[in-house]
């Protein structure tokens, strides 16, 4: 199934951080969703219903990124300011990352965040809607 359309949103031409993310990895989220999709081909209703729920509570890899640095950020902020001052090291790397994501579409945890199979808004929106489609066929 795994066939990338030139309209597709989760074509690497398309998304900044698939294109940053090794082929082999982006082929492996693909087939994940493929598979997903296919086993709930012949799913319930109710199955696909709550497989959509979920889908809308899953964290993209975006926002993986962005809270994680504001943590990392803040922490080091505030035990700078009542610990010690060595602490403001912290958000003085993590800020950087978060820049050159913000610039780049890639910084160095992105390649870790994606091994873990965090995914980019555009790939759980196409199992998403390709759900969604299956329902319209009931």
């Known amino acids: 199934m795994n066939v990338a359309y030139a309209e597709d949103p989760t074509s690497a031409s398309a998304d900044r951080v698939r294109r940053s993310t090794a082929f082999q990895l982006n082929q492996k989220i693909d087939s994940e969703i493929d ?3 296919a086993t709930h081909h012949h799913a319930s209703r109710e199955e696909i219903i709550r497989r959509i729920e979920a889908l809308d509570k899953e964290w993209d890899v975006e926002r993986v990124l962005e809270v994680n640095a504001s943590t990392l950020a803040l922490t080091g902020l505030v035990l700078g ?3 010690n001052r060595k ?3 912290l958000p003085g790397v993590v800020l950087p990352f978060l820049l050159q994501h913000g610039l780049q579409g890639w910084c160095p945890p ?3 965040l994606r ?3 965090v995914r980019t808004r555009g ?3 196409r199992e998403k809607y ?3 489609g299956l329902l319209k066929q009931r």
């Open 110 to 112: 992105l390649p870790v």
């Open 115 to 117: 091994r873990l199979g």
């Open 81 to 83: 300011l009542t610990a």
């Open 87 to 89: 602490w403001f090291f």
């Open 123 to 125: 790939e759980i929106d």
């Open 130 to 132: 390709a759900l969604k």
């Open 35 to 37: 598979e997903s999709i």
